[in-house]
């Protein structure tokens, strides 16, 4: 596991540091760090996907975490981006930048483990599958989607339409080796014979219909209604249960 560790104060550098290693020590899980003492250091080094999770002091000199976390969201949506911090009135602006976590100084074992552990479970789960996407002529082409991208997948006679944010992919597979791919953490869910939705999209359940987010709407059964509102609901109370690091 790679962290960075974005942090200006040498002592508090050294603590966070001191304290993932003592938890990474007993899982048996070796850790690589890396500092950085400022903002504008960092973003000069930094590169997307280089590493599994990123430790910002929001009260730096010069850039604050607020603004690096900004960049660092032009290229990385799923990055984990953990705020370090003397409270949280900075929760507001966190959100905009979609922090995932925040640890409240002076730290302790007992958080940063609790940090760690959940980092360890969003990291267990992919972030996009493979296709074999159906191009001209009959021909197929390995393609990664995004889960975050999928609105929702239907399947026509063994052809697979993932409809995602940026495009619809069509692919050779049954209904059941799909969604058998898809992470089984309650964001996907089958909600009709060959129709799996991605409830992260979804705006509200109504009477027999999804209503998306992006004003699209899906029809459903109606003796499904329950169901479907039922695991929207839990959905939605795990994802508030877990903030950041829902998926």
Same mark, same amino acid.
């Given at each position: 596991?790679?962290l ?30 890396s ?11 930094y ?5 599994d999770?990123?430790f ?38 966190? &959100? ?20 760690m ?53 069509r692919?050779r597979?049954?209904?059941q ?10 964001r ?31 029809? &459903? ?10 695991a929207?609901?839990?959905?939605a109370?795990?994802?508030s ?7």
């Amino acid at each position: 596991m790679h962290l960075i560790i974005v942090e200006d104060l040498p002592f508090d550098q050294e603590k966070l540091a001191d304290l993932i290693r003592q938890d990474c020590d007993s899982h048996g899980e070796r850790v690589d760090l890396s500092f950085y003492a400022s903002g504008e250091d960092f973003l000069a080094h930094y590169r997307p996907k280089s590493c599994d999770g990123l430790f910002l002091d929001i009260m730096l000199d010069g850039l604050s975490g607020i603004e690096i976390a900004r960049k660092v969201r032009e290229g990385e949506k799923r990055l984990p981006i953990i705020f370090t911090t003397v409270g949280r009135d900075y929760a507001v602006d966190g &959100f905009a930048v979609r922090a995932t976590d925040y640890l409240v100084k002076p730290l302790d074992l007992g958080q940063v483990a609790q940090c760690m552990e959940r980092l360890r479970e969003y990291l267990s789960v992919p972030s996009s599958i493979s296709l074999l996407e159906i191009s001209g002529r009959g021909h197929s082409a390995p393609v990664d989607v995004p889960l975050d991208d999928i609105l929702y997948a239907q399947c026509f006679d063994h052809i697979i339409q993932v409809n995602t944010a940026s495009g619809v992919y069509r692919t050779r597979s049954s209904f059941q080796d799909f969604t058998a791919q898809l992470p089984h953490t309650g964001r996907f869910h089958v909600c009709g014979r060959g129709l799996v939705v991605n409830l992260s999209h979804v705006a509200r359940v109504l009477d027999s219909e999804l209503l998306l987010k992006n004003g699209e709407r899906l029809p &459903f059964s109606r003796n499904r209604r329950q169901e479907i509102q039922q695991a929207y609901a839990e959905w939605a109370v795990d994802r508030s249960r877990k903030g950041g690091w829902a998926q």
